[in-house]
């Protein structure tokens, strides 16, 4: 028994590898512009659309994975997910690419949270919890590697084939996960969650979220530097640009960043014992990651413009997975996927709501844009109300 629920931890490596890897990733707005004829604000609107999808779906979808079993939600996740890449590579139409959003921010909301809980709740059958920051940010490795290797085959079969096919065979490594997902051991919860209703289960997750004085300090942090440092996602190729750097290269420099976040999310413990303090750890990540993209807004010379987007991308992106581990610890086991997912919720609601405003921004000045979102980021490094007490492993 103890060694299928071992297995559940490499086997959701895999599988998570197997999900990301996005043949599209890397010939995304070719695939929008060239072959589904969009402009670059319809882009963004369904870009929003997806946000707001995932944010309307992930309390309902967490409740799921409580509710009917983290595997259950996984395996539905990646079905939906398939779905979503075939409607979205079925024709070029802006209203088509809508559903395929909404299929997505599905798929994703059922993946969010239940990911992190099946592992957690792996760990607690096999007496190793205290494993679980090491694991969280070695699962998250293994979601880059996807990435790249999405890259590197997208790149390769937009060539051979068509921007189409980047979309459609998506279908095939999302596959393999669902059939590798069957496999998995369903942990049991702590308590018989099925004895209460859907509502009954949501309203407590919710709750206990509001409630925990300390879980809700580490989720602020979280969801604050969280969509801080997604925005570095869409202005690393602006920046890249203004520095007149040739698109050949921009896919070299995002395996060079997404390397750089596996490394960072592989230290964790090590980088606490430089530090001598999780506290410490907490706060440089959070300060780091906007002394980057302040940085990036001084310059355009080209090794700083790097040094930026390694900075507030590799520290910021990779810094999630930390949190969460921290916040694991003062979650029960039957609320876990819930109240995980309410943390994610509030994450999207931040960036979906700040994302017009950001692309007014950018249209004004690029520059000021990536200073202002920095110094947003110093000054709640020096406000967090995140002690060391907090920090338990």
Known sequence: MVKNFKANIWKIYLFNMLRNMMFVSPVLIPFFTDWGGLSFFQIMILQSWFLFCFFILEIPTGTVADFLGRKH????????????????????????????????????????????????????????????????????????????????????????????????????????????????????????????????????????????????????DMIILASVSYWMIWLWQPMLKEANVEIFYYGFINVALLIIEIAIMNSYESLEKIFRSKKRLVFLTSIITGIGFIIGGLTTFLPFVLLAI??????????????????????????????????????????????????????????????????????????????ENHLID
């Not at 810094?319 to 996927?337: F, G």
Request: glycine letters at 8%; charged letters at 15%.
């Open 73 to 220: 939600s996984l395996l539905l996740a990646s079905v939906i997910n398939i779905a979503g890449a075939l409607v979205y590579g079925s024709t070029p139409n802006f209203f088509i690419f809508m559903l395929g959003e909404f299929l997505w921010g599905l798929s994703m909301s059922l993946y969010s949270g239940a990911t992190e809980a099946f592992v957690y709740d792996s760990l607690k059958e096999i007496n190793e919890t205290e494993k679980s920051k090491k694991i969280m940010g070695r699962m998250q490795s293994f979601n880059l590697v996807g990435i790249m290797l999405g890259a590197i085959f997208g790149s390769l079969i937009a060539v051979i084939f068509d921007l189409r096919a980047t979309m459609l065979l998506v279908s095939i490594p999302t596959g393999l996960a669902f059939f590798l997902g069957l496999t998995f051991k369903e942990p049991p919860l702590q308590e018989n969650s099925e004895s209460m209703s859907y509502f009954t289960i949501l309203k407590k997750g919710v709750r206990y979220l509001h409630e925990h004085k300390i879980l809700k300090i580490l989720a602020i």
């Open 310 to 387: 390694f900075l507030a991308g590799g520290f910021g992106l990779a810094r999630r997975p930390l949190l969460i581990s921290y916040m694991n610890k003062y979650i029960p086991s039957e609320k876990r996927a819930t109240v995980i997912s309410t943390a994610t919720m509030f994450e999207k609601m931040v960036c979906a709501i700040f994302n017009p405003f950001v692309g007014l921004l950018v249209d004004w000045s690029l520059s000021y844009t990536l200073i202002i979102i920095g110094i947003v980021a110093v000054v709640f490094s020096f406000i967090s109300k995140v002690e």
